[in-house]
């Protein structure tokens, strides 16, 4: 797959809203450990948890839309796309069954692992290494704030 022509021209749009994405995570894990009260703290850290899921939910629907986008897929990758694309948000609702520290781990790992599909799914596409490496950027920073987030949990015994 070659790079379409729009890409030079959404790649700027792209790593601001990118990396601004990482603002939530940063000001929620910072409010984890800042906030001045047990109550605020907790609802930093909630929060946190509740941004988690919603950015994992999102990156497994880039997996759905390749899948119904990609032409020169096969049926078997197309097939496998869908199905994976569910599956970051299903575990991240699970998330929520466990307590702050696990929770945030989960997410974590998840993040990770859907960094992991996202990059041998990227290769095999031929996907720009504008994107790749945007999408290394953003989940490393996500995945420290959930990181962070489940170390505080687990000291406080949340």
């Not at 897929?73 to 299903?90: A, G, H, I, N, T």
């Amino acid at each position: 797959m070659q790079s379409p022509s729009f890409w030079p021209e959404l790649v700027p749009h792209l790593r601001w809203l990118g990396y601004g994405g990482l603002v939530p995570f940063a000001a929620f894990g910072l409010g984890a450990w800042l906030l001045s009260t047990e109550t605020l703290r907790h609802l930093s850290l909630l929060m946190l948890r509740v941004y988690g899921l919603s950015i994992v939910s999102f990156i497994g629907a880039i997996s759905w839309g390749l899948a119904i986008s990609v032409p020169d897929l096969d049926q078997d990758e197309r097939k496998s796309l869908l199905y994976w694309s569910v599956v970051p948000s299903l575990l991240a609702c699970t998330s929520f069954l466990l307590p702050s520290s696990g929770g945030c781990l989960t997410l974590a790992v998840i993040a990770a692992l859907a960094l992991a599909v996202d990059l041998r799914t990227a290769v095999r596409l031929s996907l720009p290494p504008d994107w790749r490496m945007l999408r290394l950027h953003l989940s490393i920073g996500a995945i420290l704030a959930l990181g962070a987030g489940a170390y505080l949990a687990q000291m406080t015994g949340k």
